[in-house]
Nanobody, 126 residues
Framework: QVTLVESGGGSVQTGGSLRLSCAAP????????MGWFRQAPGKEREGVAV??????VYADSVKGRFTISRDNAKNTLNLQMSGLKPEDTAMYYC?????????????????????WGQGTQVTVSS
């Protein structure tokens, strides 16, 4: 069992920034496919960013504003969010899949990630 713990959520105004972190056990961060997802009330969970072995991929809605990164020394997956908009308001989840990421176009398919954190709330006010 892999336990993921998110932190860093909060409330900001439009244009603000937040940094989310996901703590994972052992060497999960350096050896697994990991990503950030979000779910707004009444909507399906959607992919935000995934850290592949050879790079990173982002949802079109966050490109240029969000940056996903790994800190292998601290066993954390991070999501730096800037230029936040009210439509970014959601519960943000960290997810992991042991081994390789799924192939394109399934990078953001939630079914490919068996391990999930409890989520951290991000609220952006206008």
């Amino acid at each position: 069992q892999v336990t993921l713990v998110e932190s860093g959520g909060g409330s900001v105004q439009t244009g603000g920034s937040l940094r989310l972190s996901c703590a994972a056990p052992g060497n999960i961060v350096s050896t697994s496919c990991m990503g950030w997802f979000r779910q707004a009330p009444g909507k399906e969970r959607e992919g935000v960013a995934v850290h592949l072995v050879g790079g990173t991929v982002y949802a079109d809605s966050v490109k240029g504003r969000f940056t996903i990164s790994r800190d292998n020394a601290k066993n954390t997956l991070n999501l730096q969010m800037s230029g936040l908009k009210p439509e970014d308001t959601a519960m943000y989840y960290c997810a992991a899949r042991l081994g390789w990421c799924a192939s394109r176009p399934d990078w953001f398919d939630v079914r490919n990630f068996p391990y999930w954190g409890q989520g951290t709330q991000v609220t952006v006010s206008s």
